[in-house]
C-alpha cells in the first residue's frame, strides 16, 4: 500500500512537472559566425514556439526595449532578440574580425535559427523581420522555408534604392512647394545612392521634418556623423538588391506590415512587390496610423496580428 501511494504521489508530481510552464529571460553570448553574439530569449513558457526577430539598422540593438513591442508576444511564444554582428553587446564583446557583408549577415541568420532549433528541439520557427532586417529574413524565407511556420516582413525593404529615390523625388516637391530654401539647397546635394552620411543624413532630416516625425535634429545629426563607414557600405550594398528580381516566389507563409505612410520603404513598391509575388500562401496588412517604424508606433496591433493570426493560421 506505502509502495501504491508513493507510485501515486510520483506521478502526480511527474505529470505536474510535464505540463509546468516554464519562464525566463535570459541573455547570453552564442558563438555564431566565428564571434561570439549576443541574444535574449524571453517567454512565459518554453513551450510555446520560437520567434526570432531580426530588427532593422544595420547596428541598432532591440533588446534593452523588447518588452515594448514583444511583451504580448512572449505569452504565446518564445522570443528571441538578436544583438546582430556590429550592434549593442556583441559589438562589446568582440568587433567584426571580418568585412560587412549581406552575405555574412546571411549566413549569421541561418547559423542562429539553426542553434534555436537544435537547443530548442524544434523543427521550425517564425521569423520577423523589421526593415534591415527584412534583407536577411526574406533571404531565409526564399532559401530555407522548410524551417519556417511563416516569415512576417514588417516595413520590408524591395528595392531601396528605387525607394530612395521615390522618398528623394517627394521631398524635394514637398521643399519648392513650401519654398523651404534650407530644404531644397540641402536636398539639392543628396544622391542616390548615397555617395557619403551626410547626403542620408540630409534625406533623413527632411523627411522627419515634412512628416512631423519627433527626432531633434540635433540628435539626427549626432547619430549619422559618427555612424561607421563600415555599416553604411553594408547599407548601401543591401540597397541595391532588388528583391521582385531575385525572390520572385516564396515556398512558406508570408505575411507583410506595411505602414499607409511609409516612404522610407516605400509602401506602393512593397504592394506592388506583394501583388506580384507568387506564393500560394500571402497576406498583407496596412498599419494605418504608422509610417516605418511599425513595432514601436501601433506595438499592439503589430502584437495582435501575429498572435491572433499568424500563430492561429500556421502553427500545425
Known sequence: MRFFRFSVILVLFCTKSAFAQTSI?????????????WINISTKDTSKPLLLFLGGGP?????????????????????????????????????????????RFTQDT?????????????????LVGFSWGTVLGLKMAHQYPNVLYAYVAVSQMVYQNKSEQLLLQRLKEQAAKLKNQTAIQELSLVKIPFENTTQLYYQRKWLFHFTNNPVPDSVLKQYFSTYPKSLFVLAGEAS???????????????????????????????????QQLKANNKHFYWFEKSAHTIPFT???LFQQIIIDTVLQETYK
Open 25 to 37: 529571460d535570459t541573455s547570453m553570448a552564442v558563438n555564431i559566425g566565428g564571434i561570439r553574439q
Open 59 to 103: 547596428g541598432e540593438s532591440y533588446i534593452d526595449g523588447k518588452d515594448y513591442f514583444t511583451k504580448k508576444l512572449q505569452e504565446y511564444f518564445t522570443v528571441v532578440i538578436w544583438d546582430q554582428r556590429e550592434s549593442g553587446k556583441t559589438l562589446q564583446l568582440n568587433p567584426s574580425p571580418v568585412p560587412l557583408t549581406v552575405e
Open 110 to 126: 541561418h547559423e542562429l535559427i539553426n542553434y534555436l532549433l537544435q537547443r530548442f528541439h524544434r523543427p521550425k520557427l517564425y
Open 240 to 274: 541595391k538588391i532588388n528583391f521582385p528580381e531575385e525572390v520572385p516566389s516564396l515556398q512558406c507563409p508570408v505575411y507583410f506590415f506595411v505602414g499607409r505612410n511609409d516612404y522610407q520603404t516605400n509602401h506602393e513598391l512593397t504592394y506592388n512587390y506583394y
Open 298 to 300: 501601433e506595438p499592439a
